[in-house]
């Protein structure tokens, strides 16, 4: 595809339900990001894949939060026990370790009841 | 850690007219500073970026200086039209630190009125 795809593209769950939302970044990008962006905020860091390295998990918020990523391609990242304050849009982003920028997806917009 | 700092929104001009929205950050490296753009119903996209002091970052007429003497790297558009109508966040990454993670501000919601 020509761009970073999400899926779902919006998600409601209820509270205390898993969820997995889905990244797929564009071919030849080695680095995929995960952000969340809460309703009037700006994006968090939750976690970054580089490659085969260990990702940096430093921004998850909890262990109920984990992410997956196979070589260079697609992203998961599940949401265990959802609660009401995950509610947020997820975003993915993807870019080269030797290109400064990074080319973000439409987003999954969670919503937990 | 670091942070950036943006003006708070929203904020509403008429067409044509001059638009700053002032950005500011706090860094313990060195790091690169952007501009993102979220049109209404579209993703996240860069919208210019400045990766040491004094660049000036510009595209579709829209400026931003690297002023490290002031951590400052604030939006100009001299003129501004409808469909400059988005959500402008800037962002930091510190190119050093491997992860190039971006940092953002919280965001400034523009309106242009005709």
């Known amino acids: 595809g020509a761009g970073v795809s999400q899926s779902p593209s919006n998600k409601v769950t209820e509270k205390g339900k898993d969820v997995e939302l889905r990244c797929d970044p564009i071919s030849g990008h080695t680095a995929l990001y995960w952000y969340r962006q809460r309703l009037g905020q700006g994006l968090e860091f939750l976690i970054y894949?580089?490659?085969?390295?260990?990702?940096?998990k430093s921004g998850l918020p909890s262990d109920r939060f984990s992410a997956e990523r196979t070589g260079e391609s697609v992203s998961t990242l599940t949401i265990q026990r959802t609660q009401q304050e995950d509610s947020a849009v997820y975003l993915c982003?993807?870019?080269?370790?030797?290109?400064?920028?990074?080319?973000f997806g439409p987003g999954t917009r969670l919503t937990v009841l | 850690g670091d942070s950036v700092t943006q003006m708070e929104g929203p904020v509403t001009l008429s067409e044509e007219a001059f638009l700053t929205i002032n950005c500011t950050y706090t860094a313990t490296g060195y790091p690169s500073l952007f501009w993102y753009v979220q049109y209404p119903g579209e993703g996240l996209q860069l919208l210019l970026k400045a990766t040491k002091a004094d660049d000036k970052g510009s595209n579709k007429g829209f400026e931003a200086t690297y002023r490290k003497e002031t951590t400052s790297f604030h939006l100009e558009k001299g003129s501004v039209q409808v469909s400059d109508s988005a959500v402008y966040f800037c962002?930091?990454?510190?190119?050093?630190?491997?992860?190039?993670?971006?940092?953002f501000g919280q965001g400034t919601r523009l309106t242009i009125n005709p």
């Open positions: 982003a993807g870019g080269s370790r030797s290109y400064n920028e990074q080319f």
């Open positions: 894949f580089q490659g085969n390295s260990a990702p940096d």
């Open positions: 962002a930091l990454s510190d190119p050093l630190k491997g992860a190039q993670k971006l940092v």
